[in-house]
């Protein structure tokens, strides 16, 4: 019996966000895929390999995360897996998510973090949190482009990456 947890997919105009269960990120972390799994070339990159781990060591130690998860990017029109998107672990003291995304680097370019970014936005806000956060290393412009397009802003650098964050209004 597989351990599914209790989030539904989030679907966007192009792409499917699956809730990853317990079997398939542990699939992702040993890159191994299963009979079912769909795939692209370059998936899953080491970013997918490590909010994978994250999302089962949450688990581990806290048990089902319910929507705040990690989540695979799939394509609507055919299903493969792209890339990876996910909160950090549930909201923080001040009700805040810690976001991650990332894409194969095939088909970057082509507004997939930013609608997938958007739609775990909405996700968050649903679920009655008050802003997310975000980083990307300083070279990463692209990153730093998608969160501005999504409604996050600047907050501050260090010597490795940008920080961004938003606040969601009543």
Known sequence: MEITGTAAPLVTQ?????PLTVAEAGRIVAQVPGPCDRWAQGY???GDVAGARGFLDGWVAHGD???FRAYEIR???????VGGIGFHG???GERFVTVGYGLIPDVRGRGYATEALRALLGLARAQG?????GDADLGNVASQQVMEAV????A??????????VEFTP
Do not use: I, N
Request: net charge positive; charged share 40%.
């Open 65 to 67: 995360p319910g929507a």
């Open 75 to 81: 394509r609507r029109e055919d299903g493969v897996a």
């Open 14 to 18: 192009r792409l499917l966000l699956h």
């Open 90 to 92: 549930p909201p923080d």
């Open 129 to 133: 949190v008050a802003g997310a956060k």
């Open 156 to 165: 501050g650098e260090d010597e490795r990456v940008r920080y961004y964050r």
């Open 44 to 46: 899953p990159t080491d």
């Open 151 to 154: 409604g996050m802003r600047y």
